[in-house]
């Protein structure tokens, strides 16, 4: 079997890890990223709308600086988040941004002179300033007290991918594409590489490394509904779980999108709201600026999704064959915004919807779209539990977005993360000296070769590993959604819990012979399954509502008992559930918690906590 | 009623020892706004799974899905089965190394491409972090932007028939990439430089002008004025180069 050794092995190909292993070979190391499918083509491109970061050039983002940044995303949050860390990264957003424009990212830059722009149905006009010609220009996004929003047209993740990527090319970072990490190779207290399977052959490769870093992207796959990639099917964070001690941080923190199309679930960017289109219901009348008076569209979207969910509940949803849905409408923005800046959109709704924007409303429903929860880390981006063990980007609990995390924020959050976290690997490595134990690797490898035989060989049953998956699907459809109580959560977890006894009994039907696609899907269910298991349990736990996590039963954000972070461990492989820990959300704090602004205010006080 | 349709698909998995190139026939009920995607997971989950092919977005942004698709290159998240006929012929794409089925290696091929026409930015300036970001006209920025809209699908390349015929022809979209830089202000390349990549039978004088590429580019990429322009500025270039001997 073929063995790889480098210094830095990033799992995921992605923004944030591609940033984090330009970093360590800048400082002289050896760096390899992983992935499913060759890098550009990873989760990040699909980011349309942009990149937040307080430049403060364009006129309506005057004033704009990391201060009122960070303020919005601890709001942003609903104080769920690690202040400590959310500054961190307010502070260094606008530095990454020149340094990919740098790098080669074609930004949109300020023209200046007059023009238009529309809010919530309604024209405007503003000017830009002759100084400012020519510097990186912003668009607004949801819960934003400025335009801070930097992008290319609509193809923000896109083209910045495409500039990471071929800095990697440049500085020598192979990207070893084509190759699923499937487990960890580790002595209970460090990390040294991973078992992973050739995509283009089937066969088995160890890697070994003195770091690993784990910048996988998110796993929206375990809902059936969602704008994920079907590669952001949590694969690696179930090799992190099957360690037994490393936990993942505030799994139950689930964000659903406001504007995924109805049928597909293909997102269209929040920059349409930003831009100035409006949601409207089944009579076509504009209803977010009932709700939110003062933000309308573009509150946070764990408000504005809760609030649409909320309208069709009332009656006002359109019936279609596949559900209620609701309207967007961005027509007023007129052909020449729509067929530019928000082309990807138009695309989008000709190609798959047959749907004309310029002249047609487009249906849409909150999906599933980010997950907040993810590998903990610390500050510095070492995860919990491993030494040697990172982890950055939408793979990791930060935790800058705690409960509900603002648009743009998340791939602004790639390239920082990637960049303070790929300077943080690169001491660790220089202060670094391993010894690789053979009899560990020889067992690690072992062990899956004996996974992948049982399920070839249905050793363990005959299960079929996509109904199997299709359960997980429903049962966290129906119970860790938008809107959740305990009667629907208790269910929830039951399902999962029998889903994970089912997950244990699959068998290939196929030979399992070649890069095999049934094999894959089957060697990650049962920790998907497990990763579904945290949401779900977490969410019965927590017994108030924060962010996107919305309980019924419990409406009030709780401050006296839950300003925490759930931490998650699958301690043994015979458990039937995780075991739930928990810690303070927040040890720094520069802003205490207090009102949005935007969402409902009921709070319970962090002052009521009986000494 | 809605339609039956017949996939005829291109079945080979070079790992198996006992596999043979076929092509294998599955059935499979049309539904509703059904796309190529909705439909080879279906196969794969109810009738072969097995059945190799590659999706990523699924929403016509990543270029994963590019095959063959009744004889002509193209994104199969984006092909909607109503706009097929009732008998739908899916093959790999040509050119591409295959690995099973309907999956080929486009990254091997693309990596190679960075590789060769030295895909980054080419400059002697350091990055300061303490100053602003260097102006540049928004136009500018824009254009720049058109030619990065390429999702590297491998869609020209499979169609472009000197590619077929060389296996070391650079093709459309590295001419593409090339373009990019050549017209980016920030690199400091020059004509010359780029003529060392470019200029032979191998890049832009292979090229035979037939316009395949752009016809089947799902991004609809101006590859036909890109090839153009880069014919004119590398023949003015090669004149240059033979009187300055
Ligand atoms: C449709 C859509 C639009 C979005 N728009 C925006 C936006 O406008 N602004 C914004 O801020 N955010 C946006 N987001 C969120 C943002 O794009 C993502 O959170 C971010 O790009 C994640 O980047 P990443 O580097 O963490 O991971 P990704 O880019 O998802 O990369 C993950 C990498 O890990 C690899 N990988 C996964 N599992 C394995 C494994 N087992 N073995 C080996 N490799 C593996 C993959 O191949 C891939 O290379 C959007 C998200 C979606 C879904
Ligand atoms: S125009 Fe040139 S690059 Fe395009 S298909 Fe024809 S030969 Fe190939
Ligand atoms: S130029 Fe067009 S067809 Fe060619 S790889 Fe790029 S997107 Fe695909
Ligand atoms: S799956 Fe991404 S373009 Fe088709």
Known sequence: MQTVYTDLLVVGAGLAGERAAVEAADAGFSAICLSLVPARRSHSSAAQGGMQASLGNSVMGEGDCPDVHFEDTVKGSDWGCDQEVARLFADAAPIEMRRLAHWGVPWNRVVPGKSIYFKGGKQFEKVEKEEKEGLIMARSFGGTAKWRTCYTSDGTGHAVMCTMDNRCAQMGVEVHDKTEAIALIHDGETCSGVVARCLRSGELRVYLAKAVMIASGGFGRIYPNTTNAVICDGGAHAMCVDTGVVPMGNMEAVQFHPTGIVPTDILVTEGCRGDGGTLLDVNEKRFMDIYEPEKAELASRDVVSRWMTHHMREGHGVKSPYGEHLWLDIRHLGEEHITGKLREVYEICTSFLGVNPIHQLIPVRPTQHYSMGGVRTNKDGAAYGLKGLFSAGEAACWDMHGFNRLGGNSLAETVVAGGIVGRKIAEYLKGCETIFQTALISDAVKRQQTRIDALVKCRNGSENVYRVRAAMHEALNKGANIFRTREGLDACVAALQEALVRAKNVGLRSDGKGVNPELAAALKLEGQVKLALMVAYGALMRTESRGSHNREDFPARNDRDWLTRTLAIWKSPDDTLPTLEYEPATTVVEIPPGDRGYGKSEIISADDKKE | ?245
Request: aromatic share 8%.
């Open chain 2, 1 to 245: 009623m809605s339609r039956l349709l017949k996939f005829n698909i291109f079945r080979y998995n070079p790992e198996d020892t006992l596999s043979t190139p076929h092509m294998e026939e599955f059935v499979l009920e049309e539904t509703d706004a059904m796309t190529l995607f909705i439909a080879l997971n279906r196969i794969r989950e109810e009738q072969d799974p097995s059945l190799q092919f590659d999706f990523c977005c699924r929403a016509g942004i990543c270029g994963s899905c590019g095959m063959v698709i009744n004889g002509r290159p193209g994104l199969a998240c984006h092909t909607k089965t109503k706009d097929l006929p009732g008998e739908i012929t899916l093959l790999p794409l040509p050119v591409f190394k295959l690995v099973g089925d309907l999956s080929v290696d486009t990254g091997s091929w693309f990596r190679e491409m960075y590789t060769r026409t030295e895909s980054w930015i080419h400059t002697d300036k350091e990055f300061d972090p303490a100053a602003l970001e260097e102006r540049m006209d928004n136009k500018t920025a824009v254009g720049i932007y058109e030619l990065e809209r390429c999702v590297e699908c491998g869609c020209c390349i499979s169609a472009c028939g000197t590619a077929r015929l060389r296996e070391d022809f650079l093709g459309a979209a590295a001419l593409n990439r090339v373009a990019r830089f050549l017209i980016d202000p920030r690199d400091q390349r020059t004509d010359a430089d780029y003529y060392e990549i470019i200029g032979n039978d191998m890049g832009i004088f292979g090229c035979m002008g037939l316009l395949a590429c752009e016809d089947v580019c799902p991004k609809h990429l101006p590859l036909q004025n890109q090839l153009g322009f880069l014919r004119r500025k590398m023949g003015i270039t090669s004149l240059k180069r033979i009187f300055r001997k």
